[in-house]
DNA sequence: ATGCATGAGCA
DNA sequence: GCTCATGCATA
């Protein structure tokens, strides 16, 4: 019984259960350059890594590893593509082996390297769930029993479909476009996510503000972007019927809970670290993790979750640098 | 706006 | 245990 509202899938126009893998993302690959000796993140690696993040911190801190801010994954130089390509993620590699000497006592703790790297194409688009939140659930499946999302799959590869456009420039412009009808509207990022619930539109519950913002700063994968799209587009429209119609009657004659999680906060230097590692292997085994959060002591899921946010955020659209205005 | 976290679906 | 969509908490 419990109120979780976590039901479980949901959104996902489409092919949630069966991710294909978008052309466009084929990430990893990326890590292997760092290999400069041969075991990709054997100790001696790490050992450099640890070294590197001790040791550049003071001046190269901001621009070894990808920045940690939207603005700069962008260096994704070839995104704009007016070819098919959508945005393609891609990794910044930092595989200068420029290590220093090594030292570490990550040597011996660690031996284990690990295999090339993790494969992991598939998955994609926007099955999502909204667990834990205080809406209902976006795209919540339709009935009780969950048979399936209800949604019409939307394809894979030819994401090239009806009007939901695929395009990346279509997309940010949409999205800088949706931003400021929202603004026009008086209405704030919360607000519209809270609104989505009540386009009644199926299985489409609320968002949270975080996401609303990331659609609007394309910090989200190209697949999420698209599936969101016709919905805040609907919603959007909504909205503005709904403005205008308003108005007119005035010429003539509308929150949440509140829960408490607590957010760990890594410190500079152990993120530090961390970049540093994932710059030479942002796919450590599971061994290696637990080498790393004793070493910086955080717990080792901590340190599992802040890989995976890494690699996820890698793949975040977001190539204003490149076509954005 | 963004860091860290959760959880479904998969492999 | 990973990816991905998404969220809470917070700077």
């Known amino acids: 019984m ?12 489409g092919h949630v259960s069966g991710r294909y893998t978008p052309p466009y993302r084929s990430p ?14 054997d100790d001696g690696l790490l050992a450099r890594a640890e070294v ?21 994954y962008g260096h994704t130089a070839e995104i704009g593509g007016q070819n ?21 006592m990550l040597d011996q703790l660690g031996n284990q390297s690990m295999s090339l790297a993790g494969m992991d194409h598939h998955n994609n688009g926007v099955s999502s769930h909204n667990h834990h939140q205080m809406y209902p659930p976006i795209y919540s499946h339709p009935g009780p029993m969950g048979g399936h999302h209800g949604f019409t799959p939307h394809h894979p590869v030819h994401h090239t479909m009806h009007d939901t456009e695929c ?24 607000d519209v996510g809270g609104a989505l619930a009540n386009l009644k539109l199926p299985g489409v519950g609320s968002l949270s503000q975080s996401t609303i913002c990331r659609f609007e700063s394309l910090t989200l994968s ?21 403005a205008r119609e308003k108005k007119e009657a005035e010429a003539n004659g509308l929150s949440r809970e509140e829960k408490k999680r607590k957010r760990t906060s890594i410190a500079a230097p152990e993120k530090r670290s961390l970049e540093a ?9 599971g061994e290696k993790i637990a080498q790393i959060a004793e070493k910086l002591d955080l717990k080792k899921n901590v340190v599992r979750v802040w890989f995976c946010n890494q690699r996820q955020k890698q793949k975040r659209m977001k190539f204003s640098a490149v076509t954005a205005h």
Not at 28 to 41: H, I, L, Y
Not at 52 to 72: E, F, N, P, R
Not at 279 to 284: I, L, M, T
């Open 28 to 41: 990893e690959r990326v890590r292997c350059m760092t290999a400069s000796t041969g075991n990709f993140f």
């Open 52 to 72: 590197l993040a001790a040791v550049d911190i003071s001046k190269q801190t901001s621009q070894h590893v990808m920045k940690h801010d939207g603005h700069i």
């Open 2 to 13: 419990m109120l979780n509202g976590k039901t479980g899938m949901g959104l996902n126009p």
């Open 277 to 285: 590692y994932f710059a030479v292997q942002p796919r450590p085994s």
């Open 84 to 104: 098919a390509t959508p945005s393609r993620p891609q990794m910044p590699m930092h595989s200068h082996s420029v290590f220093g000497p090594t030292d570490s």
């Open 222 to 242: 190209h697949n999420n972007m698209i599936a969101l799209k016709p919905i805040l587009q609907a919603w959007l429209e909504e909205a503005e019927k709904a």
């Open 167 to 190: 395009d990346p420039r279509e997309l940010e412009l949409f999205a800088e476009r949706f931003k400021q009808r929202r603004i026009k509207l008086g209405v704030t990022q919360a």
